[in-house]
């Protein structure tokens, strides 16, 4: 997928006034947090599982060649066939080869980062191949073709004044005169139509939340149902995984479970947790008789060891773009990229380049909420910052920006420079705030004060009063 | 594309700064797959008397909007199945899955009811599935794929009946797991790809969906009713 | 009335930080008066100045440890280091061991120091034993958390443990009191309409519990938080926590006038 990470500021200026966005963001606030909280509330044990989950992701990371190693041969053993792609062009060539060889001129798609990450929608259009979301948030953007503003919701964005709108606009062959006001009558309709396309289906495309090593399975993890049709239904099954969602065994798979479902939506399972192993059995009365997996590096190998390492245990649940302030203000779409909100913040810049990224590590006031609710302890402040840190010793940070704290940081090395400025600066700048207390206006300070006042300094800096009153105390001791 | 599968885990071991696992290390990872020992298990999953699982269960799966009957034995579940449906209106038709233990009931009791064995079309209106087990924990039905049991059952109608032994229940995940070990995996080995059914599905409730204004609608590809008969008989296996 | 043996009383060395020094000394002094009544004795050293976070989250690791180091210092002659502030207690305590993970040596003095830094308003409940202050304030108050401290110090309850004990005072609760008010040091001015937005929906939580007065404990968010009030229109008095758990409100509050409409 292309990206406008690099116009983040350009994205985020759009969705700050952007008022249905801003709508629909409002709404976003209560829903996932309360119930969260809530079904946290109910598992004493969460805090323990949060750390038991990370140990499993650091023991399966450090060990991940053997690990997908293991998970090729079960693969392979139970029916089915691996296929590794270092990139996302390798990728989108094995997943048209299949479709080709297949005859396949209809796919339907479960939901998948991957193939976000890959292009792979437009690419098989390209090629004479109609892909269809069956997620319902997947499928209404897809027809409004847009990109997913959220990891476990991508139409959140949208009112469903808009999502009538477009059902209107692409199911035509339905009764224009139908009611569409209702949410009720819009997953009735998306249901209609999408099981029509779930039957056409040649080929079923699945994400994979997880892939056990011990079993050779992929586990998919939804709500809807969709990307069990999609599995179940068409002749081949491809799953689109990267190479860190490899976990050791089914009760790993059952830790991480317990803590991914609480903290994507605040359920303590999904309606539907589903584990594929190959293809159908003999004997079996239905399910695809091709199993494949296409296994994605796109820089994940290259990330391991290194500072960045610990993104590696994201399991996508969304919660920390749930919780991030940055993200309620601006949506999913000013991150430009598939991977939004404070884990995007450091996926995306490690697999498409800070260069092409900048912004997002930087547009986060370190509040931490993201890392207190990460189930997998991922420590994203200090991975923002290590991008900052990087950029900062390369030189790429901003001028004005490496100069402001430059000259900061020699006046603070210099105690008696420092406290005469502060004195001056306290002293004037007090004078002249005096009137209103505060300042409208201030030069250099127009960042500042274009929305907010900036409060005038009391006049005299402590480190001043404090000499004076130290003297004042020792020569009115009594001695 | 072996090509692509060299260069891949080389570059995972160039990442990790070591070559490729052998020895010892080796052994221990081999070792931990084998001994696939559970982690943490919630304190409220384990220990409970088997008379509470199912009450712990007809909690859980209740609160996701799953129904749930108990009847004393598997005779009693063609009226039970007769009465869910008549109940809400709903046509007297299913597909059943071809399951032995459905088989064992009485369904010539309930002659007015239209029965098709086999996987799903997508024209009924029921589907009616045996559960391999269940999960009291969170109020979770696991069905195993194979020649008695399709999946599509589990997605494609309307409403979804399952039949479930309160002898196969289990408190956590992890038990269920055993559970499927100890019927799937073959004499003095460990369950692997072959073995492992092509589908396990963990159902939670009937299908759902949040993704309009995060407003929660039942039904958005799955069934729109989940109805869970548990039969409460010992001898039942 | 005999005097306490000064062998008993802990030295505390006051880290004051940059904004109290520079915008509101009558923090610093709050803070100096609420440590002596907790039968400690409060030195300054006149040589400190920035406790380096502003370089340390621009990506600046150099001056950061640059400025760790002096800090470090200057304040490792004392028992504990007392900082009015969450975001700079958090550098010191949190971040300063992080810095020097490489340097063994600085590791261990920063791991020292960062064991006796706390916060002020956790100092005292936590580490004095202040259950109750002898203060008035008769007013409605809204307690803003600062993220620092609250994530990275565990400052939650004892702000408000202290502030109930105040004459006259009610707090109102802020439904979103853990949500950041945008102010993120640098962030305010790099990415200003995104943090005009999240101050924006921090005023509006306010202005919803119908308090008279706002209290926090960092002054970066206090100063984010009154400016913002003031530009709206809003008579909502904003103060330092410390100001009014040791009785010190007769300066005007942040961003007003002396002879103001208070």
Known sequence: ?479 | MSDAREQILGGVRRSLKRGALEGEHAAALEDRLRRHAPNLVPGRAFGIAPRQLVDLFETQASEVLATVARVRSLDAVPDAVAEYLAGRNLPPEMTMAPDPLLDRAPWGKRPLLKIRRGAADGKEPAGVSAAFAAIAETGTLMLTSGKDSPATLNFLPDTHIVVLPASRMVGPMEAAWARLRHAFAPPDEDIGGSSMPRTINFITGPSRTGDIEQKIEMGAHGPRRLHIIVVEDETLR | MSEPDPADQPRVGLFVTCLVDFFRPSVGFAAVKLIEEAGCSVEVPGLQTCCGQPAYNSGDRRDSKDLARRTIALFEPYDYVVVPSGSCGGMIKEHYPHLFEDEARWHHRATALAARTYELVSFLHDVRGVRRVEARFPARVAYHDSCSGLRELGVKQQPRALLRSVDGLKIAELADAEVCCGFGGTFCVKYPEISDKMVSAKIADIARTGADALLAGDMGCLMNMAGKLKRDGHKIAVRHVAEVLAGMTDAPPIGEPKRGKR
Request: glycine fraction near 8%; hydrophobic fraction near 40%.
């Open chain 1, 1 to 479: 997928m292309q990206s406008s990470s690099h116009a983040f500021k350009d994205n985020a200026h759009r969705a700050l006034n952007d008022p249905v966005l801003q709508q629909a963001l409002g709404i976003m606030k209560t829903g996932f947090l309360d119930k969260r909280l809530q079904a946290i509330g109910n598992l004493p044990e969460f805090e323990a599982l949060r750390d038991a989950a990370r140990d499993i992701k650091n023991h399966t990371l450090a060990n991940l060649d053997w690990y997908l190693e293991r998970y090729e041969s079960k693969v392979k053993e139970a029916g089915g066939q691996v296929h590794w792609a270092r990139t996302p062009a390798e990728a989108r060539a094995i997943v048209l080869g299949l479709c080709k060889r297949l005859g396949a001129r209809n796919v339907t798609k479960g939901k998948t980062m991957i193939a976000e990450e890959i292009g792979l929608n437009d690419y098989l259009a390209e090629n004479g191949i109609v892909a269809v979301e069956t997620d319902l948030g997947e499928y209404i953007i897809q027809i409004r073709n847009e990109a997913p503003s959220h990891i476990i919701a991508p139409a959140i964005h949208l009112t469903k004044e808009a999502v009538a709108d477009s059902f209107r606009a692409t199911h035509t062959e339905m009764d224009p005169a139908r009611s569409l006001v209702e949410p009720r009558a819009l997953v009735d309709e998306a249901r209609q139509v999408l099981r029509d396309k779930f039957f056409a289906a040649d080929v079923g495309v699945t994400g994979a939340n997880f892939l056990i090593a011990e079993t050779g399975s992929s586990v998919i993890v939804t709500n809807e149902g969709n990307g069990d049709l999609t599995q179940l239904l068409p002749r081949a099954h491809i799953v689109l995984a990267s190479l860190e969602k490899v976990v050791p065994t089914l009760e790993d798979a059952a830790t991480i479970l317990r803590v991914l479902a609480r903290s994507a939506t605040g359920q303590d399972m999904s309606a539907y947790t589903t584990f594929s192993t190959g293809p159908r059995r003999p004997g079996d009365l239905d399910g695809p008789s091709e199993y494949h997996v296409v296994l994605l590096d796109n820089g994940r190998s290259a990330l391991l060891g290194t500072e960045f390492h610990e993104i590696l245990r994201c399991i996508r649940c969304g919660a920390c773009m749930n919780h991030c302030p940055v993200y309620a203000a601006v949506g999913g779409h000013a991150y430009g990229w598939v991977y939004p909100g404070p884990m995007g913040a450091v996926l995306t810049p490690s697999l498409i380049g800070i260069e092409n990224a900048r912004d997002l590590p930087n547009a986060s006031t370190f509040c931490g909420r993201c890392e207190s609710v990460c189930p997998m302890r991922i420590p994203l402040p200090k991975l923002m910052r290590h991008y900052r840190e990087q950029d900062y010793e390369r030189k790429l940070a901003p001028r004005a920006m490496r100069w402001g704290i430059g000259l900061w940081a020699f006046v603070a090395k210099r105690p008696p420079l420092y406290h005469f400025l502060a004195a001056v600066a306290a002293q004037v700048l007090g004078l002249l705030g005096r009137k209103h207390g505060s300042f409208y206006n201030l030069p250099l300070a127009s960042a500042w004060t274009a929305t907010r006042e900036l409060p005038a300094p009391q006049g005299r800096t402590f480190q001043e009063l404090w000499y004076k009153r130290s003297r004042a105390t020792k020569s009115g001791a009594d001695r």
